[in-house]
């Protein structure tokens, strides 16, 4: 296991701790808000906004997810439609990303689906398309199935995401790709087991990159989200030296960190959408943001010496 992979198990171990949440949801707001949008729908619109007028594309996700009840994903699912709504009244790019586990999926899997139904279905009124986020591996399968059921129902604004990181990574993007399902490609940020996940960041590269390929090489549209410049370089290279448009795919960055790298991606004539984040619900968000690398965390530090 690698410094990198070690940091990242380490702190998302503390910060499963009771007390760490309890203390960081006291104490750590203002620090989380280098990577959240706001707690509103105004104040993310707004922030949408400004990046548009950069070049930057947008993908708004209102924070929420392990919810206690369905009365809780019933509120989501509402708020969700009320910003699908608000990105058309204000004439914004974005489309909308949301968590199943948000609209149910670990209570009753059918009151989820039934959930972000209506949330596509209302989305597919404003020609918006919605983003279905992979969480840990115990979801996997039923995220895909969620997104290959709708598909077969004809709402085909729907997309899922796919973690590098898993083992049985490659064949699902087979299927994926066949079924025209459009993906957004990342390392992967949960806890795993190495029973269903590489340990080894050099191994999750390496199939971050072989699936990327399968995508690039067939001219199937995909959305590379990494701030790694590793891969974010290869890419470049790759799609130059294989005459692949600049419009084939876009690259996807989060809010709060590289944005003056992703305005130059936008000025390079790249495709660049920033993931944006607002809400109350931000500890298990935040944490993932900080568990990525130990550059994050030391910004968070930096930060609250100013």
């Keep these: ?62 924070l929420g997810e392990g919810i206690k009840a369905l009365s809780e994903a019933s509120g989501y ?17 974005s489309n909308v990303s949301l968590k199943p586990t948000q609209m149910g999926l670990a209570l009753d899997p059918e009151a989820c689906y039934n959930n972000i139904r209506a949330v596509v279905s209302q989305a597919a009124k404003h020609n918006n398309f919605v983003r279905i986020d992979m969480e840990d591996s115990p979801f996997t399968q039923a995220t895909i199935d969620i997104v290959l059921r709708l598909h077969a129902e004809g709402l085909t ?27 957004r490609l990342v390392k992967g940020a949960y806890k795993e087991p190495g ?17 990327i390929r399968m995508h690039l090489d067939q001219g199937v549209y995909t959305a590379i989200a990494s701030h790694d410049d590793r891969v974010i370089n290869w890419v470049k290279e790759y799609a130059s030296q294989n005459g692949i448009s600049k419009d084939a795919f876009e690259f996807q960055m989060l809010y709060g960190l590289r944005m003056n790298d992703q305005e130059l991606l936008a000025k390079e004539g790249y ?36």
């Design 271 to 306: 495709r660049i959408r920033c993931y944006m984040p607002y809400g109350t619900m931000w500890y298990p968000y935040y944490t993932r943001r900080l568990a990525e690398k130990p550059a994050n965390l030391w910004m968070v530090v930096k930060n609250m010496f100013k």
């Design 77 to 93: 699912k509402e708020e969700y439609i009320r910003l699908i709504d608000g990105i058309a009244e204000r004439g914004v790019n």
């Design 157 to 183: 604004n729907v997309g899922t995401v796919i973690q590098a990181y898993l083992f049985r990574t490659e064949d699902d993007v087979k299927k994926l790709i066949e079924t025209k399902v459009n993906l």
């Design 1 to 62: 296991m690698d410094r990198t992979e070690l940091y990242r198990k380490v702190l998302l171990s503390i910060a499963g701790n009771k007390l760490v949440e309890k203390l960081s949801l006291k104490y750590g707001k203002k620090l989380a808000g280098k990577f959240i949008a706001g707690d509103t729908l105004a104040e993310a619109l707004a922030e949408i906004e400004k990046l548009n007028g950069k070049g930057i594309m947008v993908t708004l996700d209102h």
């Design 195 to 211: 029973s269903v996940a590489y340990q080894q960041m050099s191994e999750v590269i390496e199939n971050y990159k072989k699936i």
